[in-house]
């Protein structure tokens, strides 16, 4: 109750009259303070709570720019602000890399979710090549009897096809996995072997569909902002979400070994622990989380 009154009061009082006694001190608006004393995630981040609160439409607009008018949003913020270009050489380059940052993140979260959207179908020419794909890439020394075959489970799916285990992340789960068994394949083998153990083993393909939820719903609730905005300079796309899911991977691996579960039966408590593991360390304004091999 106390935090919800005391928000309402700063958005709607006392950041107004912050922000004005800063500039008359400064002779410089809050967005040129943000660029001047912030650097990377933060100063995106900042840039991006700044706008949205602000009373300004043209300023609450920028957030939602799209990538080709970035240029001459900045151009508007600085009329709108009255900021001279020739006293503030640098803010205009700021404030387009903080805008392509975040037009960018938005717009991946639009594509992840078009293709977490699009449902495996085994008539689709090109799922079916992605599955082959997957197979060969984690299995080269054994063929594939058949489509529909016992020998998925091999990589950890659950029934004799696989396309039902595609049903919660639609094509996304696959599009990863494949993603990491090509671009990561030493390491996708060692994993692999790793699920095989007889005591701590977990269905392979079961968990990285899963771990495609996680990532998922991290882009989703905004987790990902200082990851993307410290890791990429420009707009974030979807091959940066595909490595930080072949992070994901690698470190739940590491991670389930270490905690050493009971069974397999205790994966969704393993789980949680582990979100809630990496959700603490995005929650970091410095946060790069990359796969070091």
């Known amino acids: 109750m106390f935090v919800s009154v005391w928000q309402y009061l700063y958005r709607h009082f006392f950041r107004f009259w912050m922000k004005w006694i800063f500039r008359v001190i400064t002779r410089k608006c809050e967005l040129q303070r943000i660029c001047e004393g912030f650097v990377g995630g933060e100063r995106t981040y900042k840039i991006e709570n700044a706008l949205a609160l602000s009373k300004n439409q043209v300023l609450r607009?920028?957030?939602?720019?799209?990538?080709?008018?970035?240029?001459?949003?900045?151009?508007?913020?600085?009329?709108?602000?009255?900021?001279?270009?020739?006293?503030?050489?640098?803010?205009?380059i700021?404030?387009?890399?903080?805008?392509?940052?975040?037009?960018?993140?938005?717009?991946?979260?639009?594509?992840?979710?078009?293709?977490?959207?699009?449902?495996?179908?085994?008539?689709?020419?090109?799922?079916?090549?992605?599955?082959?794909?997957?197979?060969?890439?984690?299995?080269?020394?054994e063929k594939l009897k058949a489509r529909i075959t016992k020998q998925w489970s091999d990589i950890g799916f659950q029934g004799d096809d696989p396309k039902t285990d595609f049903r919660g992340m639609g094509l996304l789960g696959l599009v990863n996995l494949v993603y990491f068994s090509e671009n990561y394949t030493s390491e996708a083998h060692r994993i692999l072997s790793h699920s095989n153990h007889p005591i701590l083993g977990y269905s392979y393909a079961i968990v990285g569909i899963n771990l495609t939820e996680m990532a998922y719903s991290l882009l989703k609730n905004n987790a990902l902002k200082f990851h993307f905005y410290?890791?990429?300079?420009?707009?974030?796309?979807?091959?940066?979400?595909?490595?930080?899911?072949?992070?994901?991977?690698?470190?739940?691996?590491?991670?389930?070994?270490?905690?050493?579960?009971?069974?397999?039966?205790?994966?969704?408590?393993?789980?949680?622990?582990f979100h809630e593991k990496i959700k603490r360390l995005l929650l970091d304004y410095r946060v790069v989380l990359t796969l070091k091999i």
């Not at 957030?63 to 240029?71: A, G, K, L, Q």
């Not at 602000?81 to 050489?89: E, F, G, H, T």
């Not at 707009?235 to 595909?242: I, L, Q, R, V």
Request: proline share 5%.
């Open 61 to 92: 607009n920028a957030t939602f720019v799209n990538h080709s008018e970035v240029e001459e949003c900045v151009e508007d913020i600085m009329k709108e602000k009255n900021i001279n270009p020739k006293k503030d050489r640098r803010f205009k």
């Open 94 to 141: 700021r404030m387009k890399a903080c805008l392509l940052q975040i037009s960018g993140y938005k717009q991946l979260y639009l594509d992840v979710e078009n293709v977490r959207k699009s449902p495996y179908d085994s008539n689709n020419q090109h799922h079916e090549e992605l599955l082959m794909k997957l197979w060969s890439l984690l299995m080269p020394n």
């Open 230 to 273: 410290n890791s990429v300079p420009g707009s974030p796309a979807m091959e940066h979400f595909h490595q930080f899911y072949c992070y994901l991977f690698c470190e739940f691996d590491k991670f389930w070994f270490e905690e050493e579960p009971e069974s397999i039966m205790y994966f969704n408590q393993y789980r949680e622990k």
